[in-house]
């Protein structure tokens, strides 16, 4: 499975858009690239996975590059409650490797 | 609850005592993992199962550490002899598909178990 690079942290307004990125670098052809978000003292919560094409629903919307190299995850209008850490994670298994993440805190 | 649920929530154990994790994943779900999370980490995985077979045990991190699920649905995890460093959030995770397969796979966590040693 690829590795991915995330900042650790990043600060957004609350009501704004929040742009968490990602590299892939490494990703392979078949590799699926996910978003899971981690609320203090809850499990995991999937947000949205893609291939290759754009995705949108009702959290967030992934932007994937054409190359597939990077990704956009974007929350359209960050609430508090969005402050969480948010994995990026790239797997043609199915077997989620979790890194570290990127700590985003919305502040109103 | 429509959720995948584990028991118990908290759970403090002596070392040297065994404690035993539940796991009730989404009914119908073929696939079942287990995770670790230490404090501060990302969660870690331990182990796979798709039905009752366990297909990946590669993240077990000893021979205290012991998974089954004998019937495909229900999920224990087993750890003996506990020590202070298995002290962490014991996550369980389902998924209605077996992972590699086309279209990828949601895969749905439980709230996790907190376990101290002590």
């Known amino acids: 499975d690829a590795k991915t690079t995330q900042p650790p942290s990043m600060d957004c307004a609350e009501g704004r858009a929040a742009n968490l990125p990602c590299n892939h670098s490494?990703?392979?052809?078949?590799?699926?690239v996910y978003w899971y978000r981690q609320i203090h003292s809850q499990g995991p919560q999937y947000i949205i996975h893609g291939l290759k094409n754009n995705e949108t629903n009702e959290m967030a919307s992934l932007i994937i590059t054409e190359d597939r190299k990077s990704s956009t995850l974007i929350l359209p209008h960050a609430t508090l409650r969005d402050t969480a850490v948010y994995y990026c994670i790239s797997t043609n298994t199915g077997k989620l490797i979790f890194g570290q993440g990127t700590t985003l805190q919305v502040k109103p | 609850g429509a959720g995948v649920s584990q028991s118990p929530r908290y759970k403090v154990a002596k070392r040297g005592q065994d404690v035993a994790l539940r796991c009730d994943p989404i009914s119908g779900h073929v696939s079942l993992f287990w995770y670790q999370q230490a404090l501060g980490q990302g969660p870690e995985f331990l182990t796979y199962f798709q039905n009752e077979a366990q297909l990946d045990k590669s993240g077990l991190p000893s021979d205290r550490f012991f998974a089954e699920r004998p019937e495909g649905s229900v999920s224990t995890l087993k750890i003996q002899r506990t020590q202070k460093e298995d002290s962490a959030v014991y996550l369980c995770a389902s998924s209605s598909i077996p992972p590699g397969q086309s279209s990828g796979n949601t895969i749905y966590f439980g709230e996790g178990s907190w376990l101290t040693v002590v």
């Open positions: 490494t990703i392979s052809g078949n590799e699926y």
